[in-house]
């Protein structure tokens, strides 16, 4: 069951803003991204066993967002995940927590035939935006699906959820391939793009910060609730299938400089925050956008000026609407 998420609501109320309608096309170099590859026969099976999608229905003309969740459902880590064959799995997460979660990862190999290895320097990364999409070997439609996968020739090209209304792909190739063409984009502003999507990635700020849940991953199809089990499985499915799930992710906007990490309070409580600022960005508009994960009935409650930045005394904080629905929890 879908519901609509509260930002609608407060999205209607009048609020200074300034504008998304933007006109941004190209691409960017996503130096912030690195890749972790697990390769052999068994990859599959041990990726199927650590994460919450389910890797073993993944085609390959599909990707995926995952988690990889510590046994408290904590989430260490999130990948973009998806096949470039049946026995070589590429998932892509921030650099700044790479290498711990390889080794995390690593260690519940055990007797699998998998290889896991850092691969980033095996492969170029590159998000592609607008109408550049249209122009890359006349096969990208900015309709597709998010997580509909095209291969061109050795690349693939993965669509993301959609930034700021503008469609989003990431592409993936062998290092030393040529770049996909077009115009310049800045990688601040693909940070932007992807904090309007309403997708955060797990960063070294937010390790073990949040269940897949309060970054709505359930909602954006990073958590497969009929799969095997996987660390902190049971923690994940409970609080989506037992109704206790009392934080989500917003969108908001501020005045202020955010950054992930950063505490967000309610006037309700000068002394206890209420949430959690998971991914932040300068709107190229003026001021920044952010992912707040926050207790839902502060987000309720969230009139102009009764959400603050870092004090009880902070910028101001106002939401925006969502770019998708929320999945109810049950």
Partial sequence: MIIQDISTTIANRPM?????ALDISGIAELTHLGVIRVAGVEAVKFLQGQLTQDVALLSLSEARLAAFCNAKGRMQASFVLFKRSHEEVLLVCSRDILAATLKRLSMFVLRANAKLSDASGDFALYGVVGNTLNTIESIADG???AWSKVDIDDANLVFLHPGAGLPRALWCAPAGSPAPQGPHVDLAVWHW?????????ITQPIFEAFVPQMLNYESVEGVNFKK?????????ARSQFRGTL????????????PAVGQEVFHASDAEQPCGLVAAAAANPSGGFDAIVSMQTSAAADAADGRLTL?????????????????????
Avoid: F, N, W
């Fill in 16 to 20: 200074t803003m300034p504008s998304t």
């Fill in 143 to 145: 309709s597709r699906p």
């Fill in 193 to 201: 793009l992807d904090v309007r999507s309403g997708i955060a990635m």
């Fill in 228 to 236: 095997g089990c996987y660390p902190g499985q049971e923690v994940v």
């Fill in 246 to 257: 009392k934080r989500r992710a917003y969108l908001v906007h501020t005045a202020g400089t």
């Fill in 310 to 330: 870092g004090t009880a005394t902070g910028a101001a904080l106002a939401l925006l609407p969502l770019p998708y629905s929320l999945l109810e929890d049950i």
